[in-house]
Structures are given as C-alpha cells and as structure tokens.
C-alpha cells in the first residue's frame, strides 16, 4: 500500500506541482501491492488534486451552508466534491459514495441522511476540505479525505494536507504511512507527558459550552502537559498517528464529528497503534456521537476518567 500510495502520489504531485518549493519527500521501507491496490491509487490521485484546487483558490468567495453562519462551505468543497465523486464513479461504479457536501444539500431538501449498514456496497466517506473554516481564512490546515468502508467498517483511508505536502494512508493490516514512511504513535501513557487535541464544534449553547470547556479544564488541573486545537478533525487523528499528539477528543457535549471527519483519519490512526473508544468508554462508531483517539490504553482510560467528572 505504501509503495503504491507513494508512487501514486509522486506522479501526480510532479505532473501538478512542478513550481513547488519544497522538494519530493524521500520514503524507505515501502509496502508494496496490497488488497485495496486500485483504491489507493485513484484515492491518491484524487486527494493530491483537490489539494492542488486548495492551494490555487485559498481565499475565494464563501458561501454559508445556513443562518447560524458557523459552518462554511465554499466553491472549492464544491468542486473537489464533484471531482472525488466524477473519479471514483468512472473508476468504481458499483461504489456508493457519501460526501460532506452532498450530505449537507440533502439535509436542506430535508431527506433523510445517507447511513451506513452491514449490508451495504463498499462505500467511499468524502470530505472535500476538512477545517473549511481554516480554508476560509487562510490558515494553512486543511486537509483532503477520503475513507473507504466495508460492512461499516473503515478498510482504507487517504489524507492529503496540500500546505505541508504530507500523505497519510493506510490500508487494514497493512499499516500506516506518511510520505512513504512507517508511522507509529508516541506511545504516551498518562497526560502528564501527552498532548491532547480537542474540537469544540458547533456547540454554542451555554450548557454545552461550559461543559467542553470544564472539561478542558479538568484536563489541564490533572496535569496534562498540553492541549490544542487544530479546526480539523482529520489532521487530528492524524497528528495522534504521526506521534505529533497523544489523544484527540470530541462530542464532550453536543454533536461530535461525522463519519467524513472519521473514516480515513480512524484507519490511519489505528494502524498506526492508537486505541478507540467513544466518551462512554464504549466501543468507537463513525457514525456515533463522540470520539477518543489515544495512544495507549491507559491514557484513554485517564483522559475518560478525568472529563466524567465534568
């Protein structure tokens, strides 16, 4: 998976990105082939696209998705959407495919929300910019994912972050990559040596609101070295996989994130080493109402132990 992932992605990145800067990340110990082959390499051809759209259009005009104002989405979601959706069409065509967009247009003809089941198709998990809001003012995280899930259960994840140049992908079994290189988590097990990334949400009722941040508290007065919040669920879980952080929390109160914030980043996370469970210490769903990624077991059960308090 590695091998192809990287060869995939710089192909593309040298056909699309011939101005850039920074140099081609240089990868050992590549994986080669692999059960999702073919899904890896239109993946990545897909993601290092969209993230060449991120990069060319960073300040474009924003369209609100409703009145609150606090969940954006712009002509490049838009775009990358109809581009992922095009590609993975022509070359799946027996794929169901679930976009953030496409989720978001349903929900104002007030449809029922696509979901996933045992009996489903193998199904794709888009989202075209995760961190919009950070897209929307110009800072530079944000990223491209796409998951792919079989009987619910993620099977494959892609992450491009266009302004880092960094692919993550993983494959089930197959382990966890960044630019070609093997990942493995910080393996941290207790918060005085963790880093902990949250999401506040969309959260702005004040219940819900000084419960997160109770809980953000409790945290920091049981001695947690560090907390931080990045806009982006995905690079999130990422940055557990990458052992940039230890633990990523969310849903503390309120809605938590959606399938599209999980199904790639959960892959690479996992196969990375990191634990999951939800904020009820119950087994983790992507299409649940909350999330914890750590990077041990006995920091997850610290971290769940210190915000049932709250």
């Given at each position: 998976?590695?091998?192809?992932?990287?060869?995939?992605?710089?192909?593309?990145?040298?056909?699309?990105?011939?101005?850039?800067?920074?140099?081609?990340?240089?990868?050992?110990?590549?994986?080669?082939?692999?059960?999702?082959?073919?899904?890896?390499?239109?993946?990545?051809?897909?993601?290092?696209?969209?993230?060449?759209?991120?990069?060319?259009?960073?300040?474009?005009?924003?369209?609100?998705?409703?009145?609150?104002?606090?969940?954006?989405?712009?002509?490049?979601?838009?775009?990358?959407?109809?581009?992922?959706?095009?590609?993975?069409?022509?070359?799946?065509?027996?794929?169901?495919?679930?976009?953030?967009?496409?989720?978001?247009?349903?929900?104002?003809?007030?449809?029922?929300?696509?979901?996933?089941?045992?009996?489903?198709?193998?199904?794709?998990?888009?989202?075209?910019?995760d961190g919009t809001t950070n897209f929307v003012y110009g800072i530079?995280?944000s990223c491209v994912s796409l998951g792919f899930c079989v009987g619910?259960?993620?099977?494959?994840?892609?992450?491009?972050?266009?302004?880092?140049?960094?692919?993550?992908?993983?494959?089930?079994?197959?382990?966890?990559?960044?630019?070609?290189?093997?990942?493995?988590?910080?393996?941290?097990?207790?918060?005085?040596?963790?880093?902990?990334?949250?999401e506040l949400g969309y959260e702005r009722s004040q219940a819900g609101?000084?419960?997160?941040?109770?809980?953000?508290?409790?945290?920091?007065?049981?001695?947690?070295?560090?907390?931080?919040?990045?806009?982006?669920?995905?690079?999130?879980?990422?940055?557990?996989?990458?052992?940039?952080?230890?633990?990523?929390?969310?849903?503390?109160?309120?809605?938590?994130?959606?399938?599209?914030?999980?199904?790639?980043?959960?892959?690479?996370?996992?196969?990375?080493?990191?634990?999951?469970?939800?904020?009820?210490?119950?087994?983790?769903?992507?299409?649940?109402?909350?999330?914890?990624?750590?990077?041990?077991?006995?920091?997850?059960?610290?971290?769940?132990?210190?915000?049932?308090?709250?």
């Amino acid at each position: 998976v590695s091998f192809l992932a990287l060869s995939t992605f710089l192909s593309r990145r040298r056909e699309a990105r011939r101005d850039m800067e920074r140099p081609a990340a240089h990868a050992s110990r590549l994986a080669r082939g692999g059960a999702w082959r073919a899904e890896v390499q239109v993946a990545v051809r897909l993601a290092v696209d969209c993230g060449k759209a991120m990069r060319d259009c960073l300040q474009k005009k924003v369209v609100w998705k409703d009145d609150s104002s606090i969940d954006p989405v712009t002509a490049t979601d838009k775009e990358n959407e109809q581009r992922v959706i095009a590609g993975l069409r022509a070359a799946f065509p027996t794929h169901e495919i679930i976009g953030e967009e496409s989720a978001a247009a349903r929900a104002q003809q007030q449809l029922p929300p696509a979901t996933l089941t045992v009996e489903d198709a193998p199904t794709w998990i888009v989202d075209p910019i995760d961190g919009t809001t950070n897209f929307v003012y110009g800072i530079k995280l944000s990223c491209v994912s796409l998951g792919f899930c079989v009987g619910r259960q993620p099977v494959l994840g892609v992450v491009y972050d266009p302004y880092a140049d960094e692919l993550f992908v993983a494959a089930k079994g197959e382990g966890a990559y960044l630019n070609g290189a093997r990942l493995c988590i910080d393996p941290a097990k207790s918060l005085k040596e963790s880093m902990v990334l949250f999401e506040l949400g969309y959260e702005r009722s004040q219940a819900g609101l000084d419960r997160i941040l109770n809980g953000l508290k409790a945290l920091l007065l049981h001695g947690t070295r560090a907390t931080r919040t990045l806009g982006t669920a995905v690079l999130s879980l990422c940055w557990v996989a990458s052992g940039r952080a230890n633990a990523y929390y969310t849903g503390l109160s309120g809605e938590g994130g959606k399938p599209w914030d999980y199904a790639a980043g959960t892959i690479i996370a996992m196969e990375a080493g990191a634990k999951f469970c939800n904020l009820q210490g119950g087994p983790f769903d992507i299409e649940g109402p909350s999330c914890l990624c750590a990077s041990s077991n006995d920091l997850a059960q610290e971290i769940l132990s210190v915000l049932k308090s709250v």
